[in-house]
């Protein structure tokens, strides 16, 4: 062997590290520490929780709005229906043989004799 030269690996091309460790210390300063990660899961949760939270609210909305359109279109079709009973109702009040028979009737009117009726020029 040459003078100057061991039998030495070559160290030349690894990191001189302070601890001694090699490589394994360079992978821990990459990784984040452990209460970071743990905080990170907690806001994930918390904000999965609040958006489930949200979602519910919006299903419950959207349920009560449906149940409210229905409410108002039963209401609106029961308002049709006494509509029309009630312009039934009028046409059967404003009938000619109804007025007739009430007159005739309650009030004791007759219909005017020939000498009664005045033609007007």
Not at 36 to 49: A, E, H, K, P
Not at 68 to 85: C, F, M, P, V, Y
């Amino acid at each position: 062997m040459a003078a100057g030269k061991t039998n030495r690996p070559v160290a030349e091309n690894r990191p001189r590290t302070r601890s001694g460790q090699g490589s394994s210390s360079r992978n821990r300063k990459l990784r984040p520490p452990r209460k970071r990660m743990t905080v990170l899961w907690i806001v994930l949760m918390v904000l999965f929780f609040v958006e489930a939270l949200f979602y519910a609210w919006c299903r419950v909305q959207c349920v009560n709005a449906g149940y409210g359109i229905d409410r108002e279109n039963s209401r609106h079709q029961a308002l049709l229906k006494e509509r029309n009973t009630l312009k039934i109702e009028l046409a059967r009040l404003k009938s000619p043989e109804r007025i007739e028979t009430i007159a005739r009737t309650r009030l004791g009117l007759v219909m005017p004799d020939v000498q009664q009726k005045v033609v007007l020029p």
